[in-house]
């Protein structure tokens, strides 16, 4: 039923999309992945329907596939994106939205962000992300009531998520897992163990002359997992992913400046899990724009309080203790240059992301991307130092 009240809005609706096709090439192999090249396409189609002057409704589909089997070869429509792989066709949006006066209420798949820094936002607690490729990825939608009420230079955002969605994590015969090379044991993906229970959350956000200010509460489960493992017979392990409970106390914060804008961003993370953390994440960088060019630049930070954890997947915490940056460049109204950058302050690993993005046409968009990783094998960023990567992208949007 769900499928058909998606179509049907089509007819009048608001609609856009794009097809994006890439090619990505790795100059080397890796131990548990001797592939060089990976092609993959995707479809992109998104409608709004507004019903009436206060209500709306918002529809966006993806269509995938691609060479190297990350992507689901079942012909299905995905809406909760809690497969190991990535799901041919999924229902990445589908809410309702109702705005009027100072409130606004969504209910469905949709998109929360939190965070106001750039590269690292640990506020982020109802934006899981799709890490099949650890440096480049994407966020996922989640199900959820939002509701957001405006006053004056208050704003109060509650959230209510009654279904969880984890990030996704890289693949185990792919080369963004680095298994130790002395492994005795044959290992194998076991399936994830996905908590229950309902995710809230509450933030609070104070415009003020010359500042900006926010506070943000969240209870639930940690979207990033624990990585645990059981022992099978024939000396075999397997693999399986776990969200520990976690509670979130944060705040960010912004002020202009006459040379930059200071932006801060810090989070305490709080567990009743035997085996999760309790830590602090936080960011602090300057912000410029100098005619055409748009500069960041600072440090993400860490402070673990209690250390429990044996093995985990948090790409947040791996970019932590490191000088961030990032400069972009608006070259003309048709071509654009960035880089982003995370350099450890011990040295131990780093990379460098570039990328070129020309607009040909109305429709047509080319992407050129270079990324370099280097590092030390027990760095989170050096461990992939055999992944730097060139991205060929082409893009046709309507």
């Known amino acids: 039923m769900r499928w058909l009240l998606f179509f049907s809005l089509i007819a009048h609706a608001e609609q856009r999309g794009f097809v994006d096709v890439r090619t990505t090439l790795f100059p080397q192999t890796a131990p548990s992945d001797s592939g060089r090249v990976i092609g993959d396409a995707l479809l992109r189609y998104e409608v709004r329907q507004r019903l009436t002057p206060w209500l709306k409704v918002d529809g966006a589909i993806d269509a995938r596939t691609d060479s190297h089997r990350q992507y689901e070869r079942e012909f299905r429509i995905d809406w909760q994106d809690r497969g190991v792989q990535r799901p041919a066709i999924s229902l990445r949006r589908f809410s309702v939205t109702a705005h009027k006066g100072r409130v606004t209420f969504e209910a469905g798949r949709q998109f929360i962000r939190w965070g106001k820094a750039d590269i690292l936002n640990p506020l982020d607690r109802f934006a899981p992300r799709d890490f099949l490729n650890v440096i480049d990825n994407d966020f996922l939608g989640v199900l959820a009531a939002r509701l957001t009420v405006e006053k004056g230079a208050h704003t109060v955002d509650l959230v209510l998520q009654p279904r969880f969605t984890p990030s996704r994590t890289p693949l185990l015969n792919q080369r963004w897992v680095v298994l130790p090379r002395d492994l005795k044991f044959a290992v194998s993906q076991g399936a994830a163990r996905i908590p229950g229970g309902v995710q809230s959350g509450a933030r609070w956000n104070y415009l003020g002359r010359g500042f900006e200010m926010a506070l943000a509460f969240y209870e639930g489960h940690n979207h990033l997992p624990v990585v645990d493992g059981r022992l099978l017979p024939g000396l075999r392990v397997e693999l399986f992913n776990r969200f520990p409970t976690m509670r979130m106390y944060g705040g960010a914060g912004a002020v202009p400046l006459p040379w930059f804008t200071v932006k801060g961003e810090s989070a305490f993370f709080k567990t009743s899990d035997r085996g999760a953390d309790d830590y602090v994440l936080y960011v602090v960088q300057l912000e410029r724009t100098v005619k055409e060019w748009t500069f960041v630049g600072g440090y993400a930070g860490e402070h673990v309080i209690e250390r429990r954890v044996q093995l985990d997947f948090a790409p947040d915490r791996g970019l932590a203790r490191a ?76």
Not at 359 to 374: E, F, G, M, N, Y
Request: aromatic letters at 12%; a positive charge; zero cysteines.
């Open 323 to 398: 000088f961030v940056g990032r400069a972009s460049l608006a070259v003309d109204a048709a071509r654009t240059l960035a880089f982003e950058t995370a350099v450890r302050q011990n040295g131990a690993g780093a990379w460098l992301k570039s990328e070129y993005t020309q607009q040909l046409s109305k429709h047509w968009q080319a992407r050129a991307s270079i990324t370099v990783i280097r590092g030390k094998q027990d760095d989170f960023l050096g461990q992939y130092r055999r992944n730097s990567h060139a991205i060929l992208a082409l893009r046709y949007g309507f």
